[in-house]
């Protein structure tokens, strides 16, 4: 159930779609708001968001492998060739996963547990190690091949998250392809514990969008509306 709040900085009212995430940035004064206890308080700031193309936003619902979700947060990456956008899905479940948008393409990624990956690769990243591109490992079954292997930072971020990011927070992302249409992906943050991602490439139409954002130049397609 939504929960409305108010933020700490400029008093405007911010609201949770998910009680097991802490984190929100407010949208009229760009402040990162975390829940500590029964109150909000303010850990930082974001930069506005700057202006891109993508035909997701905050709002956009749609269906992944049978469940919906809507997506309720966003944080913008950058780095030396380019910059994506990774969009917070909040599934019906109350579960979540990451809907990562680069150059174009689409993949959604979930969370599991790096305990149960049998990959001396992932492992290797997982405890500092560099990875490079080429580099190949099998996981359930699978190869994969390491696509990019890069240190980004946050540029923004809007809407609610797991984490409480600021503008130049910095992360460690390397991803993984299948010839198959299969991702992985790892990320290391800074004093933080590594997270392991696995999910799958798709075209935006495969999730039966609603709600998407109108670009002057773009046709809504009919089911998007």
Not at 76 to 103: K, P, Q, T, V, Y
Not at 183 to 189: H, P, Q, R
Request: aromatic fraction near 10%; charge should be negative; charged fraction near 25%.
């Amino acid at each position: 159930m939504a929960k409305a709040e108010n933020c700490p900085n400029c008093g405007a009212e911010v609201i949770f779609r998910s009680p097991a995430l802490p984190a929100r940035i407010c949208d009229y004064c760009q402040a990162t708001v975390k829940r500590v206890g029964d109150h909000l308080e303010q850990i930082g700031e974001v930069a506005a968001l700057p202006f891109d193309v993508s035909p997701v936003r905050i709002g956009t619902a749609g269906q992944y492998e049978g469940h919906g979700f809507e997506v309720i947060g966003r944080i913008r990456l950058g780095w030396e060739a380019g910059a994506w956008n990774d969009w917070l899905c909040l599934f019906n479940d109350m579960s979540h996963g990451w809907l990562s948008e680069a150059d174009g393409q689409f993949s959604m990624v979930i969370e599991q547990p790096l305990d149960s990956v049998q990959s001396e690769l992932i492992h290797r990243i997982a405890e500092g190690q560099p990875a490079e591109v080429g580099e190949r490992t099998q996981i359930d079954n699978r190869i994969y091949t390491v696509s990019e292997a890069r240190w980004a930072e946050c540029i923004a971020a809007e809407g609610e998250l797991p984490f409480a990011p600021e503008t130049g927070w910095r992360v460690y992302n390397v991803d993984l392809r299948n010839p198959d249409g299969f991702s992985a992906n790892v990320e290391l943050e800074e004093d933080e514990d590594p997270q392991f991602y696995m999910g799958r490439y798709l075209e935006l139409a495969e999730l039966s969008p609603r709600y998407l954002r109108s670009i002057h130049g773009w046709k809504m397609p009919d089911y998007a509306a």
